[in-house]
């Protein structure tokens, strides 16, 4: 904390003045100055904003750095701070607009480096969408620092401070020694991994909307930004601590594809939208209380600009009534329930063949599908995963052993012939016979994934409630066609090749279960 104490501060006037005394200008003698009540209110006061700043970036910024007509902070707020302050993992955070994330972490957490400073929280990087916007804020973050006596009263020594190469070096002190703090900043696609300072790598790497919506209109450009995420950020140190914060640019964009992939990539992470998904409860009620974002968002859906809403204040890539693929159109059935029923009805497997077996491949999928008489399609399995030709092929024999489908299709073009030959080889050994059929894939996959979409408007396709694969399923069609996945509705979509309701299914069974007709859960 800041306990350097000079007469720069007015929180230090009191002191000073005691320590120094009064001078008699007839005498000469000094004369002990006595506190006024004011002075002592004023100075207690003080201490206890300096003691509940050290710990609360929240309480840091109101009392160092107030807004204009600042309202209560919200409990998000707090959350920020506490996982900057005293987090130990890596966090990614999708905050809407106007959430008062920049003014909390971009700027806070570094002056709260300055004022408070400690050993392993000294050596600070944030990067944000380019080298121009980082410069500028290092500068605000630096004048803010050097013109606020309160904050600045524990400065040291100035090292160097050289905006247009994006650092700020000075000496502070704690109270009892002197630590150096350094702060740099870089803008995104900046070559960073190799940076250490006196022999140490950045202690704490704050990442503040690196993109805009002009780079994720290039998928070229959103993908090279995802490598250089990997590549450099999170090879700037093992120990070096991630905070990554910013709004919902789509589904490729950084933010989200760290979210998507949190516990793959080690993050802790949450989205903080405007307010619950039925606008009941706001997450900032004394900045945007309900009547307000109700009011706003029927501004922009009136303007047939609710997707802009749903972006910016609800962290969403697209308005739910935008979306293709609507959870409203989704049907489910009991599996215990309709399970005379399915036995059956004939069967049919479609393979999604992916290349690859690495965190970033896409998935290898084995969808099955039963089909009645009214050519609904009941789901059976969506079996996953990236796998090595040999887990692939099991897959698929898992899936003719359990189902018995009437034939499995999938692709004949390089490695997708060359699993057909591996199949056909297998099948003597594991005396488990089927036909492969082979499917056309002629048209763009946003074209067969599309095809789909009559279908679901007319109920005619059902999920097994509860099943694994659900989740995955359901995030990929929501998310069409914008989505970092779409090879489980891929599958899906090729089963429009070779499904084929049955020519003698009456609608009922034996044991007089009927076709659910439920809607969407």
């Known amino acids: 904390m800041p306990s350097k104490l000079t007469n720069k501060g007015k929180g230090y006037n009191l002191y000073q003045k005691m320590e120094e005394g009064t001078l008699n200008p007839d005498t000469g003698e000094l004369k002990e100055h006595t506190p006024t009540p004011e002075e002592i209110e004023q100075t207690r006061d003080f201490a206890l904003k300096l003691m509940a700043a050290s710990t609360s970036l929240v309480d840091f910024r109101r009392h160092f750095m107030p807004l204009p007509n600042e309202v209560e902070s919200s409990w998000f707020h707090h959350y920020w701070s506490d996982i900057l302050l005293q987090g130990k993992k890596n966090f990614v955070t999708e ?18 480096a300055l004022a408070y400073p400690q050993e392993g929280r000294n050596y600070i990087v944030f990067l944000l969408a380019n080298a121009t916007i980082a410069q500028k804020r290092l500068e605000e973050i630096v004048q803010a620092y050097e013109t606020n006596p309160d904050l600045c009263a524990n400065r040291v020594r100035d090292v160097a401070f050289k905006p247009s190469q994006g650092y700020y070096e000075v000496e502070v002190t704690d109270g009892e020694k002197t630590i150096p703090v350094r702060i740099e900043a870089y803008g995104k696609g900046a070559s960073i991994r190799g940076l250490s300072w006196r022999d140490t790598r950045p ?35 093992k120990d070096a601590r991630i905070f990554l914060i910013g709004n919902n640019l789509g589904s490729k964009c950084i933010v989200e594809r760290c979210l998507e992939n949190a516990e793959i990539l080690g993050f802790e992470g949450k989205r903080i939208p405007v307010a619950d998904e039925h606008l009941v409860a706001s997450n900032w009620p004394e900045r945007f209380p309900i009547p307000y974002v109700k009011e706003e968002k029927d501004t922009y859906e009136k303007l047939g600009k609710a997707d802009i809403w749903w972006r910016e204040r609800m962290c969403v890539t697209s ?66 995963g990236r796998w090595n030709p040999s887990e692939t092929m099991n897959a698929i024999f898992n899936a003719v052993g359990k189902f018995k489908p009437r034939l499995v299709g999938m692709e004949m073009v390089a490695y997708q012939a060359a699993m057909q030959h591996f199949l056909e080889r297998e099948m003597s050994g594991r005396n488990l016979f089927f036909s492969i059929y082979e499917l056309k894939s002629e048209r763009k996959k946003e074209l067969r994934i ?45 089963q429009e090749q070779v499904a084929a309701p ?3 299914w009456r609608g009922t069974t034996n044991d007089g279960l009927k076709i659910p007709v439920a809607g969407g859960m």
Request: net charge negative.
């Open 319 to 384: 308005a739910p009534q935008s979306q293709r693929f609507r959870k409203s159109l989704f049907r489910y059935y009991d599996v215990k329930e309709m399970s005379g029923k399915l036995r059956r009805l004939p069967k049919y497997t479609t393979v999604d063949l992916a290349v690859g077996t690495t965190k970033r491949s896409d998935y290898t999928v084995v969808c099955t599908v039963a089909v009645d008489e009214s050519n609904n399609w009941f789901v059976l399995d969506m079996d996953y």
């Open 450 to 494: 599309e095809s789909l979409h009559p279908r679901f408007t007319s109920g005619k396709v059902f999920f097994p409630i509860e099943a694994p694969f659900l989740p995955e399923l359901e995030k990929e069609l929501m998310s069409f066609p914008r989505g970092n996945h779409d090879d489980l509705i891929d599958a899906l979509a090729y």
């Open 502 to 504: 049955p020519s003698n």
């Open 95 to 112: 905050g809407f607009r106007e959430s008062g994330k920049t003014s909390l972490v971009i700027k806070g957490a570094p002056l709260h």
């Open 203 to 237: 202690n704490l790497i704050i990442i503040d909307d690196p993109q805009d919506l002009d780079d994720v209109e290039s998928d070229l450009i959103v993908d090279r930004d995802w490598d250089w995420f990997l590549s450099e950020v999170k090879f700037l140190g």
